[in-house]
């Protein structure tokens, strides 16, 4: 059944709240830590998810599903859905991304839990009160020599304080920290380094005064944010019983390949929107990532020309790839929930093709836009987010 211009779904309803972060709710802690800043994070939509998997699985009959996330991004719905899985797998074309998984839905033990701690609280002390290492690539490449006079042709996304911590405490990550371990201390790393940055929200450019990099750019905004130096919180981990696949490939690529007992039972899909690759918008996190100096960059923000690109930021592909993904994604799972918007480069009219030979339910939600970047700044206040439930006709 094809109900695209009914904005209700035809589910029937669930006695589950939503989970939310102004509701006391044992998952909070867990879901809602501190998180990766990135555009199209699902913090506040994963109330709808987690309602719309957890009526899928009364519809099954099952008391725990096998999930796969295919664009897992910041991780939120991940782990908003881990109470309702014996399997987690979960994909995405950008090694932070995959980081974010392996540290967030491999649970360390009780022994490893304790290293990380000592990791964690010992690089918090060097990021106080040094030594630091004053040659590394972000001081380098992408910080100022001195946070007080910029000069001109300096990259300003990090104070030169914050810079030394990153290059710092990365330089411990690979020297000291137990190979097994090292994901776990890198993470809270990433995501403190995704919060502490002279940008509105993505690394294409850093705030500016004229030509001349500023912090808080003309109107010296959210400088609270930007100058506090940088400082990791401990991971929490889910008490749940299940098990975390991890995966860092193209979706179209792995959906053909990945292997579970029987079938899935859901695949979710939040794929890219628009033409803004996130390979680009979120390179800094992949360059303290890999920890290597890259070998060409752009000349103004010192984007990697190697980055990833989607066939969804485009399109004509993303049209072509998203019907082969539907169609093998059916192949392995009952359900398959896509989340959109409407202002994505896959239109209504688009979508009322590509679903025609599949039964099709939706919920559309309203929320708050991003409008922090300069090439976002035209933007609606608010913007439809629409849930498509997708299944085989009978």
């Known amino acids: 059944m094809i109900s695209i211009d009914n904005p209700q779904i035809h589910f029937t309803s669930t006695s589950m709240h939503p989970i939310s ?3 006391l709710h ?10 990766l800043t990135c555009i199209g994070n699902k913090r506040k939509l994963v109330g709808h998810i987690y309602d719309i998997v957890e009526t899928i699985r009364q519809r099954l009959g099952k008391e725990k599903l096998c999930i796969m996330d295919g664009f897992t991004g910041s991780g939120v719905v991940a782990r908003a859905l881990v109470p309702l899985c014996h399997t987690m797998i979960t994909n995405d074309l950008e090694n932070y991304s995959y980081l974010m998984s392996r540290c967030f839905l491999n649970t360390p033990t009780n022994v490893q839990q304790s290293r990380i701690a000592h990791h964690i609280t010992y690089m918090n002390n060097m990021a106080i009160s040094g ?7 972000i001081s380098k490449l992408y910080a100022p020599k001195n946070t007080n006079d910029v000069k001109i042709g300096e990259r300003c996304f990090y104070t030169r304080e914050n810079a030394l911590i990153i290059d710092t405490l990365r330089k411990y990550i690979a020297d000291c920290v137990e190979p097994d371990l090292q994901t776990y201390c890198l993470v809270p790393l990433l995501i403190k380094a995704s919060i502490h940055t002279n940008t509105a929200g993505v690394f294409k450019g850093f705030y500016k005064d004229g030509e001349l990099g500023c912090f808080g750019g003309s109107g010296r905004n959210a400088l609270s944010r930007i100058m506090k130096p940088i400082s990791l919180d401990m991971p929490i981990w889910s008490k749940e019983s299940y098990n975390g696949l991890c995966y860092n490939r193209n979706i179209n690529e792995i959906i053909d390949t990945v292997e579970v007992s029987g079938q899935f039972d859901v695949l979710y899909l939040d794929p890219p929107y628009n033409q803004h690759p996130y390979g680009s918008n979120y390179f800094m996190l992949n360059v303290i990532a890999k920890n290597e100096e890259p070998e060409k960059i752009s000349k103004v923000s010192g984007i990697p020309t190697d980055w990833n690109k989607s066939a969804y930021n485009s399109k004509a592909t993303a049209i072509r790839d998203m019907e082969h993904l539907l169609r093998t994604g059916l192949s392995k799972s009952h359900y398959i929930v896509l989340s959109y918007n409407d202002e994505g480069i896959i239109t209504t009219e688009d979508w009322a093709k590509i679903f025609e030979p599949y039964a099709v339910e939706k919920r559309e939600i309203l929320y708050d836009t991003f409008k922090g970047s300069r090439n976002l700044k035209d933007r609606s206040n608010k913007v439809v987010e629409i849930m498509y439930i997708i299944s085989s006709k009978k």
């Open 21 to 23: 972060h102004n509701v």
């Open 26 to 35: 044992p998952l909070d802690e867990f879901v809602f830590q501190t998180m």
């Open 131 to 137: 030594p630091y290492f004053e040659y590394g690539i």
